[in-house]
């Protein structure tokens, strides 16, 4: 079965600093790859997606992420954050057995952005 | 823009009752799912549906039933509800089976006390 591990909980970084949230996934077929945002209070909205392609994939609110096959990563990044990006991220996967179009998502990072 | 609605942002309910948690999607969309999330899990699925009178059980179906008896429309059923029921519910839905872009809704806080 497949499974996505963010490796990080909690990841407190200053405003302005560099960020990279982590995440691998198990899987031995093609998979799709997702990060969304949960902003206090919200439901979760789509960051960026992986599909085929460049496996570097830029999203909204100046995000992107990397694919790396031979890794099984798709880590998030962003050069430089805002106090605004302070939420929790969840990576996801597609499940590809069955047709079904689920997703797997995994435990969540929160990302705390400090002045 | 697709919306998701899910009728109620906080419940509060007795061990025992019957919880009906309602979401409605307006763009004609054929797969519907109920995830809750808590702390430190993550989204875990609840159960889905790719069609009206269809359901599929997902990871965590136990103490739940659904309904989806419209295609807009896709109600989740704490048949009788326990404090471990405590939990947001979140309510997604896409396009097809080929499409994983979900649509989420607002969330239901539940806690039953």
């Known amino acids: 079965a497949q499974s996505v591990t963010q490796l990080d909980s909690q990841v407190p970084v200053f405003e302005e600093a560099p960020v990279e949230l982590r995440c691998n996934y198990s899987s031995s077929v093609s998979v799709y790859l997702f990060w969304y945002v949960q902003y206090p209070n919200q439901g979760l909205q789509l960051l960026l997606k992986?599909?085929?392609?460049?496996?570097l994939v830029k999203g909204i609110n100046g995000f992107e992420a990397e694919f790396n096959k031979s890794q099984t990563s798709f880590h998030l990044r962003k050069p430089s954050v805002h106090i605004s990006d302070t939420a929790e991220y969840f990576c996801?996967?597609?499940?590809?057995?069955?047709?079904?179009?689920?997703?797997?998502f995994g435990q969540g990072t929160t990302l705390q952005v400090k002045p | 823009d697709v919306k998701v609605t899910q009728s109620s942002r906080y419940l509060v309910k007795r061990t025992g009752e019957k919880v009906f948690l309602e979401c409605v999607q307006d763009m004609d969309h054929e797969n519907m799912f109920w995830y809750r999330q808590d702390p430190g899990l993550g989204l875990r699925l609840i159960y889905f549906?790719?069609?009206?009178?269809?359901?599929e059980k997902g990871d965590i179906p136990e103490g739940y039933s659904v309904s989806r008896e419209k295609k807009e429309r896709f109600s989740l059923i704490l048949e009788s509800a326990s404090t471990n029921q405590t939990s947001m519910y979140l309510c997604?839905?896409?396009?097809?089976?080929?499409?994983?872009?979900?649509?989420f809704g607002s969330g239901t806080r539940l806690t039953v006390v």
């Open positions: 996801a996967v597609s499940d590809l057995s069955g047709n079904t179009g689920k997703l797997i």
């Open positions: 997604a839905s896409s396009y097809s089976r080929v499409d994983y872009g979900y649509t």
């Open positions: 549906s790719y069609d009206v009178k269809m359901k």
């Open positions: 992986y599909l085929s392609g460049s496996t």
